[in-house]
T-cell receptor, first 113, second 117 residues
Framework: RKEVEQDPGPFNVPEGATVAFNCTYSNSASQSFFWYRQDCRKEPKLLMSVYSSGNEDGRFTAQLNRASQYISLLIRDSKLSDSATYLCVVNYLGNFGNEKLTFGTGTRLTIIP | DGGITQSPKYLFRKEGQNVTLSCEQNLNHDAMYWYRQDPGQGLRLIYYSQIVNDFQKGDIAEGYSVSREKKESFPLTVTSAQKNPTAFYLC????????????????FGDGTRLSIL
């Protein structure tokens, strides 16, 4: 099983719709979680951190479910500019000073006019 | 403006040649990282450094080398031993995760595309 798994898509969604995708992780000791956005041939950019209580930033809502070991991203009122690949990132900090940040392969989202 | 600068944007390597990718940050971050991204794959960690003069191998360190002589700089050398170097290379930095309890995102440079001639 991959450490971090995402549905690669593509998700083709009409403008204005709501879209959600999940990301599952295998290491139950993972401590921090992020969603990044990556445009074609560009670097990943932090979209939002994911907190245990869930958090919202404008049209974007992130949730963490530790029991089922997944995080989710919900995008409301989708815009054409939301078209991108969304990377799920999971961080583990070990007791011996090791850090392991694991990236999912990304979910490609295309918003259709 | 603070940020991470990678250079060059595009790099071509001949067979048997070593090439060095530059990464500089002025964010005063302690930790720096090098990743490689291949089509259809997630980012894979090559090397990381949590402090000056120290660095650790990531998941795919073979064929690569790094140095961390200054806090701001973390160059990556792709050696001739790396037989499949064509990829998008990303450098990232973050505040030392152990300083702030771990919830520190990484910030990325805009990448270097390396191809074989």
């Amino acid at each position: 099983r991959k450490e971090v798994e995402q549905d690669p898509g593509p998700f083709n969604v009409p403008e204005g719709a709501t879209v959600a995708f999940n990301c599952t992780y295998s290491n139950s000791a993972s401590q921090s979680f992020f969603w990044y956005r990556q445009d074609c041939r560009k670097e990943p950019k932090l979209l939002m951190s994911v907190y245990s209580s869930g958090n919202e930033d404008g049209r974007f809502t992130a949730q963490l479910n530790r029991a089922s070991q997944y995080i989710s991203l919900l995008i409301r009122d989708s815009k054409l500019s939301d078209s991108a690949t969304y990377l799920c990132v999971v961080n583990y900090l070990g007791n011996f000073g090791n850090e392991k940040l694991t990236f999912g392969t990304g979910t490609r989202l295309t918003i259709i006019p | 403006d603070g940020g991470i600068t990678q250079s060059p944007k595009y790099l071509f390597r001949k067979e048997g040649q070593n090439v060095t990718l530059s990464c500089e940050q002025n964010l005063n971050h302690d930790a720096m990282y090098w990743y490689r991204q291949d089509p259809g794959q997630g980012l894979r960690l090559i090397y990381y450094s949590q402090i000056v003069n120290d660095f650790q191998k990531g998941d795919i360190a073979e064929g690569y080398s790094v140095s961390r002589e200054k806090k701001e700089s973390f160059p990556l050398t792709v050696t001739s031993a790396q037989k499949n170097p064509t990829a998008f290379y990303l450098c990232a930095s973050s505040i030392d995760p152990w300083d702030r309890g771990g919830n520190q995102p990484q910030h990325f440079g805009d990448g270097t595309r390396l191809s074989i001639l």
